[in-house]
């Protein structure tokens, strides 16, 4: 007995319907199942029967389409994608912090209990807490374990090593043993050639599409956040009766900011712990003359600092 549905949408239905429940293909399947032929009109019941319930539900989601008919006159607007700092229907919910959205680009999707990972610069072990699900975490950093106090942090994990460094060489890790690097928050304490080492001397390390993500320093990328600090400020998306007391309390604590001079790019003089400019464009060109494939020159996640991913190809 034929059915006549209407709309596309029906007969793609109904095509399909038909070619799962063909009595032919029904009583085939049985066969080769090794079952006894049931009777041609038990599979003619359970055929109709499944077209009645397709036919029903059919309805039920053309009904659904239907109801969205009232709603959201000129188009569902949620807020701007686009717009870092922009309000939203989540309200409250709305922001995340830095850390932790680059956590979720530039870690979450790379580590797993397979990855080998390499962390430059520890310190204490924030980001390394992140790398734990690695199979083996290598860290380096200048500064003893003991005054990071890191494995204390950590809670003392058998999948980490760390190493105090006294140069850029990495003699101890092995070559060709490393998925992944990861650095936040330390190279941008270190020279461009103090970053250049590293770079040279970690490639041979890395296995073939070993993905690396390192903040660097960007002086231009500083300047810009700062001069932009109003319109980037968390407290613009508070309700307007909050915001203008917030932002005289703002305007004191950081005034002093604000009254410093830009930073320029050829202050460069070498000091303890000092912040170098090392710039978007100057060390991804650095990192293609190693061999490196520079994947994004900057992820985004950071107003003040980029955080490029790259990847020995």
Not at 73 to 98: C, E, I, R, T, W
Not at 271 to 287: F, N, Q
Not at 294 to 303: L, P
Request: aromatic share 14%; charged share 25%.
């Amino acid at each position: 007995m034929p059915y006549k549905y209407t709309g596309q949408m029906q007969e793609a239905i109904t095509q399909e319907l038909e070619q799962q429940y063909n009595p032919e293909q029904i009583t085939e399947r049985r066969k080769k199942a090794g079952h006894t032929t049931i009777p041609q009109k038990r599979i003619y019941q359970f055929v109709y029967q499944n077209k009645s319930n397709g036919e029903k539900m059919n309805k039920k989601l053309v009904d659904e389409l239907k109801s969205f008919e009232v709603l959201w006159k000129g188009g569902y607007f949620g807020g701007d994608p686009l717009n870092p700092m922009a309000k939203s229907d989540y309200g409250q919910l709305g922001f995340m912090s830095v850390l932790y959205a680059t956590y979720l680009r530039c870690i979450k999707p790379y580590i797993n209990n397979n990855t080998v990972s390499l962390e430059i610069g520890p310190g204490r072990g924030a980001w390394t807490k992140a790398l734990l699900p690695s199979k083996e975490v290598y860290a380096l950093d200048a500064l003893p374990e003991e005054h990071n106090q890191f494995f204390k942090y950590l809670g003392y994990p058998k999948n980490v090593k760390y190493f105090q460094v006294k140069d850029f060489k990495c003699e101890m890790l092995q070559d060709s043993y490393f998925d992944y690097t990861f650095s936040f928050g330390c190279l941008c304490h270190v020279s461009f050639e103090g970053i250049t080492e590293y770079a040279v001397n970690i490639y041979p390390k890395l296995k073939q599409c070993g993905n690396c993500f390192w903040m660097v320093a960007d002086y231009n990328k500083f300047n810009s956040a700062s001069l932009n600090l109003n319109s980037l400020s968390v407290w613009n998306a508070l309700p307007r009766r909050y915001q203008l007391p917030l932002k005289w309390l703002l305007f004191l604590l950081y005034r002093d900011e604000r009254k410093k001079p830009p930073l320029k790019a050829d202050e460069n003089d070498p000091g303890p712990g000092r912040w170098y400019h090392a710039g978007i464009d100057k060390t991804c060109s650095m990192l293609e003359k190693v061999g490196y494939k520079v994947i994004d020159a900057d992820v985004g996640t950071n107003f003040r600092d980029p955080i490029i991913h790259f990847i020995k190809p």
